[in-house]
């Protein structure tokens, strides 16, 4: 392949290879006989003039066969301009007849290892026929004969005087001519030269300039050089006169536009537009998108109006943003559901340990699902205790039905621009999170996790759980609106999981578009299964230690459960497993001596002292009785310590209890006042005793209607003075008749029960169907009472036997 080299470009470094040929030097040429047969070297994207200098970079295996070969000899070639200049091995049809010989002045090895040849023209040949084309072509030539003005040589002299004086104009208005181009024109004598420098360095297609060598009279393609150089200045002159119009006449915004319009030109002219590029490829991608005809007919709006619209302006990038999110979003684009119900439940069970009533929702789905064909997803909320894998929950769910996995946390999100997005009008607006969540997926039906959905916030941008409310909700998520978007989206397909530590606060419209699964909290003997299975294995490759350094039995993972950690997840646990860990880490590093199994003995050197929780404590004392706390941890067990003082009836609260609470304590003292014949008390008593109400742990508050029966045991252990059952525990709400309601979180409290050693637990009868839902291994030990009366709870829960050192209450 060639790459012609202008002569500009080498007028600095190669002077002494660019004679100016004076009339003799011509006379001289002219005189030279033309050879019968040349070798003729293809050229393309330049063609050679009799009389110039012109450096030519060959590159076929052919054409430096030639050059090669015409240097050892006597130097003479023919050159050819090629027709078309992307023909990489040309023919003898493919080069124009007439080509001018040449002679090699020099050739050069260049530092890149190509070759380049620099040759001048003598005269002009017409090829007849071709001779050979091995090892180069080689053809029969004869003289094309220049035809000199006879007549009006004046007349032609003027013409050759306006062509110097055209050039030299456009060389002092050209900022891209070297001034050196200007010094080699005044100083050529010849005409014939010089119309044939000006024809190789004009600013022309090979075309025009191949059109200038056919033209064998003198005189006319002196006038076809001075109308091309007419035209090329009168260009300049109008391209320097806009501009300088621009400098003092035009704004910003109108000189922006001229010089895209002028980038624009040039772009084309070097094959192409890249915005009109930019927008065909925008069109190639729609044509692949599965949107309906709205969306079509909307996307194709937009592009119309990217088309008009000025590339350097400020809306050119909103409107580019825009459009590409629309090709980025999956419309319409499912991935398939996988229906191996074997399969997806393995996969629940691998990655959580227990959580059955979740694992059983799910797998009910996928059946519906797979008798059905296609139904509109559920939006399923998970709501419990910290650290329990609600979250991770949701990975395991996308794997098991084969869809893609999305994730947006809700905490704290107070603006409801976060869901629905900002308008386009908006300086740096953005879709909201649910559609953006929904592109980085890539398809319309991913398994979507709403963490924290408790946590919405609210303030005067608007509240986010009221914009909530189309999302998941099966019958209006179908044309879910974006403002950005401005497009209805379906989101009926997409499998919503929302997670919440608490219902209390979500808004009541949005619990009610939600299915609820309670997740509970773990028994200790669930995480145990679950530090074995997960976290030990976990902290262990986390940590860099070799699982055969280190061994954490079943009796260290149970005392850190109950001693080092009071949760209802495992978070706690997985920190306290990671320390453990990243001790024996440490005792590699420093080269010590250790066992490779970590013993019970051991934990309190790694961990510290145990915060073991309050156990059951003695029943010497009356009027203190062990109730049944839920708290967002997980259960826990609570004293309420009642005592006596003599005074007049007056009724004392402490320890940091809420108005349920309180209320609670006030119900059970005026239901003991009126049943107090049945218990054995006379009514004057209260009148003549002062109550004091304590709960432990005063800087922790405490709420609800669950320890009604406790408080109401309490009292009456305290003014009976007798002794409360030994290893007794109880939870329930009380009325003023006396009646025993049923309260929530009785796993939780049961787990608290037992792992604080209790053997009973008092309970409502309306209770009893959550005790039954409770698999029965983390029960065995415990006797349950169901009772729904409160005198019921007075007669299992007090002995008849009095406290030594009893009050006199009388």
Not at 175 to 198: D, Q, R, T, V
Not at 213 to 240: F, G, I, S
């Amino acid at each position: 392949m060639f790459e012609s080299i202008g002569l500009q470009d080498i007028v600095d470094s190669e002077t002494e290879f660019i004679p100016l040929i004076t009339s003799e030097d011509e006379e001289a040429m002219n005189n030279e006989e033309t050879p019968l047969e040349l070798p003729i070297l293809p050229i393309k994207n330049t063609v050679l003039f009799p009389g110039v200098v012109l450096p030519i970079t060959v590159g076929r295996d052919k054409s430096i066969k030639l050059v090669q070969d015409a240097y050892k000899g006597d130097r003479t070639i023919g050159v050819a301009s090629q027709k078309d200049q992307g023909v990489e091995d040309p023919e003898f049809e493919d080069l124009n007849n007439i080509g001018t010989v040449a002679k090699i002045i020099r050739l050069l090895k260049m530092p890149d290892g190509s070759t380049t040849v620099i040759i001048q023209g003598k005269k002009r040949f017409e090829m007849i026929d071709v001779l050979a084309t091995e090892p180069y072509m080689r053809a029969k030539v004869r003289e094309f004969a220049e035809i000199k003005p006879q007549r009006n040589i004046k007349k032609f002299e003027a013409l050759v005087d306006s062509l110097k004086d055209l050039a030299l104009q456009i060389i002092k208005v050209s900022p891209n001519i070297p001034s050196e181009a200007a010094f080699a024109i005044k100083n050529i004598e010849s005409y014939s030269f010089l119309i044939n420098f000006i024809s190789s360095n004009m600013n022309a297609a090979v075309s025009d300039k191949q059109k200038l060598l056919e033209t064998a009279d003198l005189r006319k393609r002196a006038e076809m050089v001075l109308e091309y150089l007419t035209k090329e200045l009168q260009m300049l002159e109008l391209k320097n006169d806009i501009q300088s119009k621009v400098k003092t006449d035009i704004d910003h915004q109108q000189r922006e536009y001229f010089l895209h319009q002028q980038l624009k030109t040039i772009q084309e002219e070097l094959g192409g537009n890249p915005q009109d590029e930019m927008v065909q490829n925008l069109k190639k991608r729609a044509k692949d998108k599965k949107w309906n005809e709205k969306t079509a007919k909307a996307f194709k709006k937009e592009v119309e109006r990217l088309e008009r619209m000025n590339p350097q302006g400020a809306d050119y990038s909103v409107q580019l943003n825009y459009i590409e999110l629309l090709l980025d979003l999956p419309w319409n684009h499912y991935s398939k559901d996988k229906f191996d119900l074997a399969r997806a439940q393995k996969i629940l069970d691998r990655d959580h340990y227990g959580l059955e009533k979740v694992k059983e929702r799910i797998i009910e789905h996928l059946a519906v699902l797979k008798l059905k064909g296609s139904m509109k997803s559920p939006i399923l909320c998970l709501y419990g205790p910290p650290g329990v894998g609600k979250t991770s929950l949701g990975k395991s769910v996308a794997e098991a039905l084969g869809r893609e996995y999305a994730r947006m946390s809700l905490g704290g999100l107070r603006d409801e621009a976060e869901i629905r997005g900002h308008r386009k009008t908006y300086i740096g607006a953005l879709p909201g999170r649910i559609i953006q969540n929904i592109k980085k997926a890539g398809t319309s039906n991913p398994v979507f996790i709403l963490d924290e959905m408790d946590k919405l916030g609210r303030d005067s941008h608007g509240d986010p759980s009221s914009a909530m409310l189309e999302v998941l909700d099966p019958e209006q998520n179908s044309t879910f609106y974006d403002n950005y978007v401005e497009l209805d989206y379906d989101l009926s397909n997409v499998m919503f999981i929302a997670t919440a530590n608490a219902l209390g606060t979500i808004h009541p419209a949005l619990r009610d578009r939600m299915e609820m699964i309670e997740v509970n909290g773990y028994t200790v003997e669930e995480k145990v299964e679950i530090a074995k299975r997960h976290l030990v294995p976990k902290q262990i490759k986390q940590n860099g230690v070799p699982d055969k350094e280190i061994k954490l039995g079943k009796g260290v993972l149970e005392k850190i459960v109950e001693d080092y950690t009071n949760e209802s997840g495992v978070r706690g646990l997985e920190k306290r497993i990671g320390k453990v860990v990243r001790f024996r880490a440490k005792q590699m590093a420093l080269d010590e001596k250790y066992t490779t199994t970590v013993m019970v003995d051991d934990l309190e050197t790694i961990l510290g002292p145990s915060h073991a929780r309050d156990k059951y404590q003695d029943n010497d004392v009356a009027g203190v009785v062990t109730g049944l706390a839920w708290t967002p941890t997980g259960g826990d067990i609570l004293f309420i310590e009642s005592s006596l003082t003599k005074g007049k009836g007056k009724l004392t609260l402490t320890g940091n209890l809420g108005d349920v609470m309180k209320e609670s304590a006030m119900l059970a003292l005026e239901f003991l006042k009126s049943h107090s014949d049945t218990i054995g008390l006379e009514q004057e008593v209260f009148d003549k005793w002062n109550v004091h109400i304590h709960v432990p742990e005063g800087a922790t508050p405490k709420d609800g209607p669950s320890a009604g029966i406790t408080i109401l045991t309490a009292l009456a252990s305290a003014f009976t003075q007798r002794k409360v059952k030994k290893y007794l525990a109880m939870t329930g709400e009380i009325t003023l008749r006396g009646k025993v309601l049923p309260v929530g979180g009785i796993k939780e409290k049961i787990l608290a029960a037992k792992r604080a050693n209790i053997k009973e637990i008092i309970l409502s009868s309306k209770n009893e169907k959550d005790i039954n839902e409770i698999n029965p291994r983390y029960i065995k030990g415990l006797t349950f009472h169901y009772v729904d009366d409160m005198m019921d709870v007075i007669d299992k829960a007090l002995t008849n036997q009095k406290v030594e050192k009893a009050l006199k209450v009388a």
